[in-house]
């Protein structure tokens, strides 16, 4: 049964009056030239920041269950919108990047038909097959974020010290496993909810500057007629 429709307008109005509309989160994504994942983007950061002031105005004790089932919610929302956007910007904004290149490469052994199909060789008792070393390509999707991660540090989107944090935010998201929470005793605070929140606000604030500043460069050479250095390690000094 829900509660009487004043408590709720009163709680309605704490939330609102400190998150903000809908509107101003996408604008925190104005970068994401996608429009489908901008306003999804925009709606997770929402609910993760609604998540947050209930949290506040209900004043659940610091041990509560009441208070963890909120901040585990948030750390979901916060490493699931790290994860899209360093994603999208990877495979959109700097595709042919020598960092974006090597990930997901992997050494793979072919099976190659280079004997009569009457050979057969053993070792040790088992059956050994004639095959060449090449060079394989891990799905988009089965690469490790902390690869992505590390691709988007070196193309200088993010810093170290965001780097950081979006990673703690990222394996604190295990907890969604619970024995995997239980095995590596992943607990949530309070502070990690708040510092995945803040430096949410760095990360988007330097990925805009990082943009901003390649595209005049860009505007530059295109005014210069020079050929456009897609990397640092393209240059020649």
């Known amino acids: 049964m829900p509660l ?16 903000g509309t809908y509107t101003s989160h996408i604008r925190q994504f104005d970068f994401i030239d996608d429009k489908l994942l901008r306003e999804r983007l925009a709606q997770e950061f929402y609910i993760a920041r609604y998540a947050a002031k209930l949290q506040e105005a209900l004043a659940f004790d610091e041990n509560s269950f009441e208070l963890l089932g909120h901040l585990k919610l948030q750390i ?13 910007l990877l495979l959109n904004q ?16 072919r099976k190659v038909d280079a ?10 008792g088992e059956e050994v097959f004639l095959c ?13 974020f902390e690869d992505k991660l590390n691709a988007a540090r070196e193309i200088g989107f993010i810093n170290d010290a965001v780097s950081t944090i979006i990673l703690e935010t990222y ?62 390690s393209d240059a020649v000094f």
């Open 94 to 109: 700097f595709p042919t990047h020598p960092a974006v290149n090597q990930l997901g490469k992997k050494k793979e052994y």
């Open 115 to 124: 004997m009569a199909a009457s050979t057969h060789i053993q070792h040790n």
């Open 4 to 19: 009487d429709a004043q408590l709720i307008n009163a709680v309605a109005d704490y939330y609102h009056r400190d998150i």
């Open 171 to 232: 394996k604190l998201r295990h907890s969604v496993h619970i024995e995997k929470a239980v095995q590596d005793a992943i607990q949530i605070e309070l502070e990690q909810c708040r510092q995945a929140y803040f430096t949410l606000q760095e990360f988007t604030a330097e990925i805009k500057s990082f943009l901003s500043t390649q595209h005049a460069n860009e505007e530059v050479i295109a005014d210069s007629g020079e050929e456009p250095v897609s990397s640092v």
């Open 132 to 144: 060449r070393q090449a060079q394989g390509q891990e799905p988009w999707i089965k690469i490790k």
């Open 76 to 88: 979901i929302q916060y490493a699931g919108i790290y994860e899209a956007v360093i994603s999208y």
